[in-house]
């Protein structure tokens, strides 16, 4: 089997890139903040507080009341929480910073990493994250650090929001990446940083697609 490992700040693009990248060379793409989002949603329906400090809480309660499943349908992966499909709502804005908030708790990153390793082990596949390369596929076939200048970033993140017909301010898309940029490259638990083996793909002069054929040379290279 061969593991790409895609890493990289929130509006990076990893999530769109990787999963045209799958589609093009037969891969199965993996998308890992799905799960924290979902994780996060959990909390969220449950009145659950998402923090360090309750972690005990937030262990027991996924443990005994979450059933988290990866579907893969016609190379789409679907995310279903106790039966229930949620690809949708864990798209949401709310659902970003929730998503940031519980992957700074160890308990919930390590109820996630067999899923993960296991999709892993039985096929080829891109998986984009935000330790990737570092906790979840440290053996990973190529590994790459995705990213672009902040203000690139949120204006995509802002479009991508838009087109979806949210009503979002520039502004407040861009503090929250900040935010998030500080949030996941500060906590305790797995932080955002690239690889010592991992390749640093700059894509802030790219465009859509050529930053997909950036990435699919990387990959071919290490076929």
């Known amino acids: 089997m061969i593991n790409v490992?895609?890493?990289?700040?929130?509006?990076?693009?990893?999530?769109?890139?990787?999963?045209?990248?799958?589609?093009?060379?037969?891969?199965?793409?993996?998308?890992?903040?799905?799960?924290?989002?979902?994780?996060?949603?959990?909390?969220?329906?449950?009145?659950?507080?998402?923090s360090t400090d309750n972690a005990e809480n937030i262990e027991k309660a996924i443990t005994e009341g979450l059933k988290l499943?990866?579907?893969?349908?016609?190379?789409?992966?679907?995310?279903?929480?106790?039966?229930?499909?949620?690809?949708?709502?864990?798209?949401?804005?709310e659902m970003s910073m929730a998503a940031s908030a519980v992957s700074a708790?160890?308990?919930v990153r390590r109820f996630l990493l067999e899923t993960q390793r296991k999709v892993a082990r039985e096929n080829n596949v891109i998986m984009d994250g935000r330790d990737i390369g570092t906790v979840i596929l440290p053996d990973a076939e190529v590994k790459i650090?995705?990213?672009?200048?902040?203000?690139?970033?949120?204006?995509?993140r802002y479009d991508e929001l838009v087109a979806k017909g949210l009503d979002v301010k520039f502004e407040d898309v861009?503090?929250?990446?900040?935010?998030?940029?500080?949030?996941?490259?500060?906590r305790a638990e797995a932080p955002l940083k690239q690889a010592d083996d991992a390749i640093l793909l700059d894509t802030s002069e790219y465009d859509f697609e050529q930053s997909v054929e950036a990435v699919i040379r990387l990959i071919e290279k290490r076929q």
Do not use: W
Not at 77 to 86: A, K, P, R, S, T
């Open 5 to 50: 490992a895609i890493d990289g700040p929130v509006g990076a693009g990893k999530s769109t890139i990787a999963r045209e990248c799958a589609k093009r060379i037969g891969f199965i793409y993996v998308d890992t903040g799905a799960l924290y989002r979902t994780v996060g949603l959990f909390c969220k329906r449950n009145d659950i507080e998402i």
């Open 69 to 93: 499943e990866i579907r893969l349908e016609n190379g789409t992966q679907l995310v279903f929480m106790n039966g229930e499909n949620v690809s949708s709502e864990i798209r949401l804005p």
């Open 105 to 107: 708790i160890p308990c």
């Open 145 to 156: 650090f995705l990213t672009a200048k902040p203000e690139i970033r949120a204006k995509r």
């Open 174 to 186: 861009l503090s929250d990446l900040n935010t998030r940029d500080y949030n996941d490259s500060h």
